[in-house]
Structure formats: C-alpha cells, structure tokens
C-alpha cells in the first residue's frame, strides 16, 4: 500500500514569496492533517479536512496560509507571502476517520527555508 | 499546551529493553494514549495506542497504569535503528465530541547505543 506523499522534499525561498505544497494521502482515507514542525519542537496541526470540508483550521493563520482539498483527495497547503518564521517542516497526515480509533499516517515532509 | 510529561532523551544498550515513561495525570476517561515515533528526516511513524488495558503489538508494548495517569512503551529488544524520538500523545477530543487532533509535546530522544 502507498503511504502518503508530500512534494516537494525540500524549498527555498526569499521573505515576502509564496510557495505551495502538496499533498497526496492514502487511498480512501477520508481525513487529511497538515502540521507544521518547527526545529527542535513536535509537528502542530495547522488545519483538518474531512473530504473536502474544513474540520478544524484554529491554528491556521489565515493571513498568509491557506489549504484547499478539492474533491476530498489531493490538498495543496500554500503560503503568501512567507516569513522567516514560516521556516518548517510541514507535515502531512492522513486517516481514515476522526475518531480516536484511526490511525494518522504521515507523509515524510516538506523542509522549507525562507531566507 | 502539552498534556504530557517526557524526560527530554534516553539511552538504551542495543539488545536490551528500551522503558520509555510518561505522564498524563489529567488525562479524561474517554481519552486514548497514543504513541508515534520520529526517525531523523521522516514523519512521525505510529508505535501503538491504548485505552486503559496493556496493549502489544509487533513493535512495541504499551502498559497504563491502574489510574491512567501515566504508561510506558517498552520496545523489547531495541536496535539501533529505533533510536528516534518518541512522542507520547493524549488524543484531544474536538468540539464536535469526536476525538481529532494529536497534540505533540516535545518528546523523548533515545538513542540506541552500540
């Protein structure tokens, strides 16, 4: 079975630019996470889908992030403009429910650098 | 805020029992302990999870005490490629009444020596 995969691995980009992610989760897995991992600290959820509704974005902010998971598969999580501290590994996740029963699955990542 | 207490690293002989303690004392009766690890560069990998029984599994297992305010992941027979860090994680109900999000602290950092 194919995990969760996140591209590109790696960005680098000056302050003020934008940049996107994306994010492809495990077959038939209804809910989709993205964290961010700043070094040295534990990844933090940014924001939750379930399909192609938003479940949880209170960490999102929405000034400068935003996500989209269009027809509840595929998510794309972008940033503009960036910040130095935007500097991070983002994370994406995925299960097949919300329930404190499923399981997340993660992605390996995205290291970005804004410079 | 973390609802989880970790020392911050660990070592552990390779071969030998890998103990990795945690503390939740306020953790709430519908609540599960999760466990995931962290491997340098990749995402964070699940272990094992539980209720309010021990709990094994092909990787690791997981023993809660009596009164669930704290658990430890035992990893048997650890090698080197289980240094990691570990994160243990009290599932946070969402608003809804559903469990959703994990909320990690800053974990613990084993390493597996030679």
């Known amino acids: 079975e194919a995990g969760v995969a996140q591209s590109p691995r790696y960005k680098i980009i000056e302050k003020r630019q934008s940049v996107a992610f994306w994010c492809n989760p495990i077959?038939?897995?209804?809910?989709l996470y993205w964290y961010q991992q700043i070094l040295g600290q534990g990844p933090k959820l940014l924001i939750q889908?379930?399909?192609?509704?938003?479940?949880?974005d209170s960490q999102l902010p929405k000034d400068r992030f935003s996500a989209e998971r269009l027809k509840g598969v595929d998510s794309t999580l972008k940033i503009q403009p960036a910040k130095l501290e935007d500097s991070a590994v983002y994370l994406c996740a995925s299960s097949m429910g919300q329930t404190a029963k499923n399981i997340q699955y993660f992605g390996a990542g995205t290291r970005l650098s804004v410079l | 805020d973390a609802k989880t207490t970790q020392p911050p690293s660990m070592d552990c002989a390779e071969g030998r029992a890998a103990n990795l303690p945690c503390n939740h004392s306020?953790?709430?009766?519908?609540?599960?302990v999760y466990w995931y690890r962290q491997i340098h560069s990749q995402g964070p990998q699940y272990i094992i999870h539980?209720?309010?029984n021990n709990e094994t599994n092909e990787m690791a297992s997981l023993i809660i005490t009596e009164d669930r305010k704290s658990s430890t992941l035992i990893l048997p027979h650890a090698t080197l490629r289980d240094t990691a860090v570990y994160y243990c994680?009290?599932?946070?109900?969402?608003?809804?009444?559903?469990?959703?999000?994990?909320?990690f602290g800053s974990g613990t950092q084993l390493t597996v020596l030679p």
């Open positions: 539980g209720l309010k």
């Open positions: 077959s038939g897995h209804a809910t």
């Open positions: 306020t953790i709430s009766g519908n609540e599960y």
């Open positions: 994680i009290v599932r946070v109900p969402g608003t809804s009444g559903s469990a959703r999000q994990l909320t």
């Open positions: 889908f379930q399909n192609n509704g938003v479940v949880d």
